[in-house]
């Protein structure tokens, strides 16, 4: 159930109005705070993950997190201590299984996914408690968004953004380059390996906001918008962070005011960035062969 469909909030387009019933709710603040932390980390995050290449292994992580909640659900514990406990153990088994050839490390990682997807469904049937059902873990809510759990998120966020600016230049270096990176002593394999460990954290955070489904859209299509727009680190870092921080304000403002889950929402805002940015390039393209095109034909004529 969606705060739509029981106070049925009506948007006025006077956004000063609008956002102060919104946050007259304690709920919807801990939501956008929660949302704020979240987006800063997945775009960071995921600006590494894209350049890396490692999309698959993000999206393992993801899935497992699943599991993760509903097994915790199940003892009895917060959902919290499910997501990051499994997320960290799947990145930790992702990065053992690196180097082992490429079909091998797929073809096992998809055969785990898909005995966990599946004992995340069978933990849910065997939950005998008051539980919505699967869908608030996998698709998100913003509802129920503890002060608890903002505080845990901006401890586990913190943690992970303090990491990544130690090991931000050396870990650009070996995503760029891995073997001269390898050369000149940068240590590539742990790299990789702490990495694999912030990518299950920032996991487990995101999925508390989009679901476990979806967690991989807000972790991937801020961060490749971005290297679309541009190629310069910096400035792709700054619109990653800024486009998913749009992406998950407009979502928690869209699912206030429309009874639709909330992953959808932030998605489909994320995708929609996403496929501008594709067609402003190619505009871009176009016009560039156009009036190369045209100075080639009066060089000619010339």
């Known amino acids: 159930m969606t705060l739509a469909e029981t106070g049925a909030p009506v948007w006025s387009w006077n956004l000063l109005a609008d956002f102060q019933e919104m946050w007259s709710y ?11 932390v979240v987006a800063v980390v997945s775009a960071l995050v995921g600006w590494f993950v894209v350049l890396r290449r490692q999309t698959f292994a993000a999206h393992s992580v993801s899935v497992v997190a699943f599991p993760g909640a509903a097994g915790a659900v199940l003892l009895g514990v917060s959902a ?9 153990a799947a990145a930790l088994v992702i990065a053992t299984l690196r180097g082992g050839g ?5 073809a096992l990682t998809g055969t785990v996914q898909a005995f966990l997807m599946a004992s995340g469904f069978l933990f849910i049937a065997l939950y005998k408690g008051l539980l919505e059902g699967p ?11 503890t002060s608890s759990q903002v505080t845990v998120l901006m401890v586990v966020g913190a943690v992970v953004l303090a990491v990544l600016a130690v090991i931000g230049r050396p870990l650009l270096f070996a995503s760029v380059d891995p073997q001269v990176a390898a050369g000149r002593g940068v240590p590539v394999r742990a790299l990789s390996v702490l990495f694999l460990v912030l990518l299950g954290a920032a996991t487990a955070e995101a999925s508390q906001i989009t679901g476990t489904l979806l967690v991989f859209a807000l972790m991937v299509i801020p961060a490749a918008t971005a290297q679309v727009l541009t190629a310069r680190p910096a400035l792709s870092l700054a619109l990653a962070v800024l486009l998913a921080f749009a992406a998950t304000w407009l979502g928690l403002t869209a699912a206030y005011y ?7 929402f ?21 016009l560039g062969s156009r009036t190369g095109a045209r100075l080639t034909s009066v060089e000619v004529g010339a």
């Open 26 to 36: 304690p709920f919807m603040v801990n939501a956008f705070r929660a949302g704020a």
């Open 80 to 88: 919290v201590y499910g997501y990051f406990t499994l997320c960290a």
């Open 102 to 106: 490429d079909h091998q490390e797929s």
């Open 135 to 145: 869908q608030t873990i996998l698709f998100g809510t913003f509802l129920g968004i």
């Open 258 to 264: 429309w009874p639709y889950p909330l992953g959808f």
């Open 266 to 286: 932030v998605t489909t805002i994320a995708f929609a960035g996403y496929v501008l940015a594709l067609g402003r390039r190619s505009l871009h393209t176009l």
